[in-house]
Structures are given as structure tokens and as C-alpha cells.
């Protein structure tokens, strides 16, 4: 199984970037996916989440500019982001919980590098 980000790039403060993750491999099932960022010198944190049902959760920092979204036929999850600002500027990781070979477990994309210049 594996996953696979894309999306990054430079941007200027107020536009726009939209992530895209593709899961691919033995995949039975699909639950939970997430979007996560790591900026320079910082822990990852949480950035989005949306359950198999289509049920989202923002960190308070992106609530209201960036919209997480699943595509459960293609195995894919979205992250829309919108009036970026430089905070936001962070290596972006997906990960998903996945049933393969009757094990569930969660794996991580390789990340994307989203840039936002002031």
C-alpha cells in the first residue's frame, strides 16, 4: 500500500492550492483520512481530518480556509486551501487507516512542500 501526495507549490499570501492524495496497492478498505503539516523546526500537527462517512474536523487555525474532501471510488482524499498565509508554508503529509491483507493499519504519504510568501 502506498500513498501518494501531490499539489505542493509556491504560492503568494491569498491564493489558493488544492493537495491531492492517491492511495494505491492491496486496499480492501479505507477509513479515516487525514492531512497533516510539519513546518521547519515544528512537530507535525493535524491539519484536517474526514471519516469514511464524509464527517470533517479542522484545526482551529485552517477552519474557514481550507476543506478537506474523498473521493471513496478512486481512493483519493483532497485538501482545498484557501487565503493562504504564511503560517501556513509546511511540508503536508496525508495518511489513512487501511485494511490490507486483513490488517488494519495507517500509512503516511511522502509529503508535499506548500510555500506561501508574504
Known amino acids: 500500500v502506498q500513498l501518494q501526495a501531490s499539489g505542493g507549490g509556491l504560492v503568494q499570501a491569498g491564493g489558493s492550492l488544492r493537495l491531492s492524495c492517491t492511495a494505491s496497492?492491496?486496499?480492501?478498505?479505507?477509513?479515516?483520512m487525514t492531512w497533516h503539516r510539519q513546518a521547519s523546526g515544528h512537530q507535525r500537527e493535524l491539519v484536517a481530518s474526514?471519516?469514511?462517512?464524509?464527517?470533517?474536523d479542522y484545526a482551529d487555525s485552517v477552519k474557514g480556509r481550507f476543506t478537506i474532501s474523498r473521493n471513496n471510488a478512486k481512493k483519493m482524499v483532497y485538501l482545498q486551501m484557501n487565503s493562504l498565509e504564511s503560517e501556513d508554508t509546511a511540508v503536508y503529509y496525508c495518511?489513512?487507516?487501511?485494511?490490507?491483507?486483513?490488517?488494519?493499519?495507517?500509512?503516511w504519504g511522502q509529503g508535499t512542500l506548500v510555500t506561501v510568501s508574504s
Open positions: 495518511n489513512a487507516g487501511v485494511l490490507s491483507d486483513l490488517t488494519w493499519r495507517y500509512y
Open positions: 496497492g492491496r486496499i480492501t478498505s479505507i477509513s479515516g
Open positions: 474526514i471519516s469514511s462517512e464524509g464527517n470533517t
